[in-house]
């Protein structure tokens, strides 16, 4: 059985890394992936767990635990743990529990969400590739 | 808690303000944010939206929330559920809001330019199926025109 890691640890977030750039569909759901390039968070707040990634051109260089000031994150995204569990699975796409109020943006444009949804939905999905340990 | 408080709703301009809050649902949470945001980035709309006499709602159909945003001159304030006559409701998926929202209008919000795109197109055959529904679309056509144009993220 494959090793698992704990959910938003830095081991989760190094082996997250290549599964989220291999992951076509998430690629194909930017808007225009050339220019996609942010830094960002997303956090269980419930949990006290913070990531910190970093998007170039599309494709995720850097996750790991916080390691940017605040004001350099362009997005903070926030939900509980059953949220992130529900959106990995499959068993429900991400702007759904945005609308739902499941999964909060605690900063960043709205027009990003909605201009690349297809991309936040299924990067959310590929999470559930990488084999996990909810219990945190 | 100051309207600075409220992660994503303008501060200046033309703010929208949750009437609930922190017990705001997360559609009138995500509406407030976008509208406040788009009033933000494009200024010239705060007088599309001053024109927006009648409470405009929208319903999400998958997950079964609505709100109500009711317009003022200085400032909206965004309900839970539906609250008033709104002259115009929006009952649609969170994809065909998504669509919706990316929509050019322009011509103060009154020339929808953005219908006659491959995605505006398939809004209106959504509309035609009855998939997505506009109440008040005939009936109110300016309001439910200036809607999308405050919505939009289009430039």
């Known amino acids: 059985m494959a090793e698992e890691f704990k959910f938003f640890s830095p081991e989760w977030c190094e082996a997250a890394i290549p599964v989220v750039n291999s992951h076509e569909a998430t690629i194909q759901g930017f808007k225009d992936a050339s220019t996609f390039s942010h830094r960002m968070a997303f956090t269980c707040a419930e949990r006290g767990l913070v990531t910190h990634m970093e998007w170039k051109e599309g494709k995720v260089a850097e996750w790991s635990g916080p390691q940017y000031d605040e004001s350099d994150l362009w997005l903070i995204i926030d939900a509980g743990l059953a949220t992130w569990q529900a959106a990995a699975s499959g068993a429900s796409e991400g702007g759904k529990l945005l609308l739902a109020g499941k999964i909060k943006f605690k900063k960043g444009p709205m027009s990003a969400a909605i201009e690349n949804a297809g991309a936040f939905n299924n990067f959310l999905s590929s999470w559930g590739m990488v084999p996990t340990d909810w219990d945190v | ?155």
């Open chain 2, 1 to 155: 808690m100051s309207r600075s408080d409220v992660a994503g709703v303008s501060t200046q301009g033309y703010p929208f303000e949750l009437s609930e809050g922190d017990e705001a649902n997360g559609l009138a949470s995500i509406l407030a944010m976008l509208l406040g945001q788009n009033l933000e980035q494009y200024p010239d709309r705060i007088a599309i939206a001053r024109r927006v006499r009648r409470p405009v709602a929208v319903y999400s159909t998958d997950t079964d929330t609505s709100a109500t945003i009711v317009f003022g001159t200085d400032g909206a304030t965004v309900h839970n559920g539906i609250v008033g006559r709104p002259s115009v409701t929006v009952m649609a998926s969170v994809d065909q809001i998504t669509d919706v929202s990316q929509l050019k209008m322009m011509g103060a919000g009154l020339l929808p330019a953005g219908f006659f795109t491959k995605r505006g197109l398939h809004v209106l055959g959504e509309i035609a199926r009855h998939r997505l529904v506009v109440k008040g679309l005939l009936t109110h056509t300016a309001t439910a025109l200036r809607f999308i144009a405050l919505v939009s993220v289009v430039e």
